[in-house]
């Protein structure tokens, strides 16, 4: 069956026991709606899964001139959740959820850079990490650390005094800004 036809030639193949191609089109735009969006230069960019203000995870609207879900979000875009407010941003293969209090900034999407993939400014957040190939990262930055992985769990805090980085699956390499020491940090 020619994928040129029209309607009318597609429906007298189908009542002569073709199979219909409305699944198939079906299916083809299932995968292509939930597919992550791309930039111009190919990278995956963030994009807001969620965002919950309540114990329970109700999806609440988000503040007028707030992200909301399903939005993109763009390269130095500052971005704040509030009391009791989480967000979960997502880029097709990374998680990243917001606590309540938070403030970050989308950095550099290019694995292959040593730029952060996201500014951490205050309180915390959780990383899921996709796997990665050999050379690609992701990395947060806070005040006074930066927190690199190839694919794993963790969570970073910041605060005007101090950092901190806790593991919850895998490693992660913590380097101090100011010293330029690392370490590398494990589950517990």
């Known amino acids: 069956m020619a994928m040129t036809m029209d309607f009318t030639q597609h429906m007298r193949a189908v009542r002569k026991g073709a ?7 079906l299916i083809l735009g299932a995968f292509t709606a939930g597919a992550p969006a791309q930039s111009e230069d190919g990278f995956l960019n963030w994009i807001v899964k969620s965002v919950t203000a309540d114990e329970e995870g109700a999806v609440i609207e988000a503040a007028l001139g707030t992200p909301q879900a399903g939005d993109t979000l763009l390269q130095g875009q500052r971005i704040s959740t509030g009391p009791g407010e989480q967000m979960v941003l997502t880029n097709g293969r990374d998680l990243v959820t917001l606590n309540p209090g938070t403030s970050v900034e ?16 205050s309180g915390t957040v959780h990383v899921k990490a996709g796997k990665r190939t050999p050379g690609h990262t992701f990395s947060v930055e806070a005040a006074y650390l930066v927190a690199t992985v190839k694919g794993t ?7 005007s005094e101090v950092s901190a980085v806790s593991v919850t699956d895998g490693v992660v390499g913590v380097q101090a800004i100011t010293t330029h020491q690392e370490i590398d940090v494990t589950p517990g």
Do not use: C, M, Y
């Not at 199979?19 to 089109?25: A, G, N, Q, T």
């Not at 989308?106 to 400014?121: Q, R, V, Y």
């Open 106 to 121: 989308i950095g550099d999407n290019d694995s292959t850079t040593d730029k952060a993939n996201l500014e951490l400014k």
């Open 153 to 159: 769990q963790f969570d970073v805090s910041t605060s």
């Open 19 to 25: 199979r219909p191609l409305w699944p198939v089109i």
